[in-house]
């Protein structure tokens, strides 16, 4: 059960204390998947399949930005417009 009568200075060091446990944890979670992606790339055949899906994925990155904006495909990300606000 969380307490509701904390001081505004608890609440502020809970905040601020899991804040900096999940920037650690973040900053470790980016190491070990940077260790991982390392020892994957020292894989001959997994480097040279990921190098052609790389150079794929660029190759249709530069046509798309040469198309004119009626001939672009819609990527699912794109700009879309926004509601007016009422």
């Known amino acids: 059960m969380a307490r509701t009568d904390r001081t505004l200075l608890e609440e502020l060091i809970r905040r ?6 999940t920037g650690m944890l973040g900053a470790a979670a980016m190491q070990v ?3 991982l992606a390392k020892e994957a790339l020292a894989d ?3 480097r040279a399949a990921f ?3 790389v150079r794929r994925h660029a190759q249709q990155m530069l046509e ?3 198309e004119p904006p009626a001939q672009r495909r ?5 700009h ?3 509601k007016r606000a009422r």
């Open 80 to 82: 879309r417009p926004r």
């Open 33 to 35: 998947a940077e260790d």
């Open 51 to 53: 190098r052609v899906m």
């Open 16 to 21: 601020r204390a899991g804040e900096a446990v």
């Open 64 to 66: 798309a930005l040469q």
């Open 74 to 78: 819609p990527r699912g990300n794109e």
């Open 44 to 46: 001959e055949e997994f």
